[in-house]
Each structure stands twice: as C-alpha cells, then as structure tokens.
C-alpha cells in the first residue's frame, strides 16, 4: 500500500528524504515556504510556512513526518525559533511519528569517541538549544525519533565544513583554509547514509521515542577529506593551511558568523570522532565508504555546478 510521508524543508536533507522515499514507492508531501523541492511525479510541493501556517490539513494522514527545516545559524534565532517551530510540528502531527535529523551538540566536548549512550546535557549557547530540543521531543505525546549526525557532506550539500567553502576551491585550483587543525581525526557523515537512518528508524516503532546515530565512515582528517575530494575529481589536491584556533576565538569577540562557529571550535582543536556502531547494528545499515561518498559528491557538483567547475 502506498503510504504518504511529509517532509518540511528542502535542503540536502529533506530534499534527499523526499527522494529517497519516492524511490521506494511512497507518495510524499514536501512542505516549504516557497514550495520548492524535488519534481517527482510521486512528490507533492506546498508552500508552507511551517512557523506560522495551520499546519494540520498538509500533516493529516501521513505515516511519517520528517522535520528538516531549519533557520539561520545564530544562537539568538534558535532560540526564538526551533522551539516553538518544533512544538507547531509535533502538536500537528495526530500521533504520526515524526523524525528529526539532530546534531552531535548536545553531547557538548567529550573526550573519545561520542556514542548513544554519552550524556547529551550541553548548555552553552546552541549546545545548549538542541538539549533543549531533545528534551521538548521527550515530553511530547506525539512519537519522535531523533538521528544524530556528524558534519556532514554529499550532494547538494552546501553550507558545510566539507562544503562548497572546500568543493569550490578544489574545482578552482586554489588554497583552502579549514578551521583549528588540518590533521585531527574528525567524523564526516554522508546524507544519503543519515536520510536513510531517518527513514528506517521512523517505519520501525520499536526504535521510537530514542536517539540514534547515523552510519558513519570511520572519523579521518579534514586534510584526507580533501585529498579524497580531489583525487574523486581527478584533481591535484589545493594547498591546505588552518584558520588558527586564536584568530577564530578573536574574530569572535565580535558578533557574525565567527562567534556562531566559535561554538563549536571544540569539534577541530581536539579528536572528533562519532560512533555509530551501535545504532548500525540496530538499523541494519552500513555507512558509505568516504572515498565512494566523495565520488557521488563530486559527481553532483560537476553536473549540478557547472559554472563552478569551468572556473566562470
């Protein structure tokens, strides 16, 4: 039987949600402001917006809801904003389960590898929101489940560490700068890998009302990340240098996009590494290898970007 699925928000996440179910054979409903998202002919597009909307009539009847949509990266809008908006959802929702894909924030600094079982009890800033969140999904009636990735990576992902601040500048030939340390471990997780975590965890009740972790390739350098990307674009790898640990903390004296990063600093001054071995075992699910990752990404980019690629 076909089910219908709604997903809110189409960035890289929701939009490889609405995908990846489409391809299986369910009816989705894609919910965003400017009714933008995949063209399918099993994808359904409603403007929405999902802060001020009644949102019951575009929710009714779904099996599973998939909140994906987010706001600007500042302490002070996730506070005025992702409570409530989540609240809005879940009080919606009619008892379909809704699934959240979730950072490794809450679990704050941790010295090893982060698992499901770390304390997620962080308060600094928006560390401090998303243990907020996690709490606000636990006290609600309406059934949730929450998957935690690492920084992630993939198709259409554009606004990340190994985002187009890197993928650009490996298409263009020129230096990259990555934050604190070129040569810490650090985790890199695929969208393709965290979405179908989602999927499978919301069509399985017994793993609801938990946290998982998305599958996630064993943590490397953000300096191998880079190679990987490059030698997938068959491309010399750029010079890569650091944004200095000092310079991030002082340009955070300030507010911007400085301060909001230097939240978490933590990540890239110290290892940075998710285990998601557990939870894989539960999903039944393996992560994509990252050199095989970087070849789907790169390959998305240079059909999708091509006036990146040809250097115009």
């Known amino acids: 039987m076909t089910e219908l699925h709604v997903v809110t928000g189409a960035g890289p996440v929701g939009w490889t949600v609405a995908e990846q179910l489409a391809a299986q054979g369910h009816s989705v409903r894609v919910l965003t402001r400017s009714g933008s998202g995949p063209v399918h002919p099993r994808i359904e597009r409603r403007a929405v917006d999902i802060e001020s909307a009644d949102l019951r009539p575009h929710l009714d009847g779904a099996t ?8 600007a990266y500042e302490n002070a809008v996730w506070r005025d904003k992702l409570v409530a908006m989540e609240n809005r959802v879940l009080d919606a929702a009619a008892g379909s389960v809704v699934a959240f894909p979730e950072s490794l924030y809450a679990y704050g600094r941790v010295d090893g590898p982060i698992r499901e079982d770390s304390p997620r009890t ?7 929101v998303r243990t907020e969140l996690l709490a606000a999904r636990d006290a609600h009636s309406t059934p ?39 040569d810490l471990p650090h985790s890199f997780t695929y969208v393709p890998d965290f979405v179908a975590a989602m999927i499978t965890a919301a069509a399985t009740p017994t793993l609801w009302n938990t946290v998982l972790h998305a599958p996630t390739a064993p943590a490397v350098t ?22 200095p640990a000092w310079a991030m903390r002082a340009l955070g004296l300030v507010s911007g996009p400085m301060k909001e990063l230097g939240d978490t600093l933590y990540q890239f001054r110290y290892p ?28 998305w980019w240079k059909a999708a970007v091509p006036a990146v690629v040809s250097g115009n």
């Open 272 to 299: 940075y590494i998710l285990d998601s071995s557990r939870s894989e075992k539960i999903l039944g699910q393996q992560p994509t290898p990252l050199a095989d990752g970087a070849a789907a990404t790169m390959a």
């Open 64 to 71: 599973a809801i998939y909140h994906c949509t987010h706001v």
């Open 144 to 182: 949730t489940v929450s998957v935690a990735a690492s920084d992630f990576y993939g198709p259409r992902v554009h606004i990340s560490h190994m985002g187009d601040r890197v993928i650009e500048n490996i298409l263009a030939g020129k230096p990259i700068r990555v934050v604190a340390s070129a």
């Open 122 to 128: 962080a308060t600094f800033r928006k560390l401090g």
């Open 222 to 243: 953000q300096r191998a990340m880079i190679d990987m990307l490059s030698a997938a674009a068959q491309l010399p790898t750029p010079k890569v240098g650091t944004i």
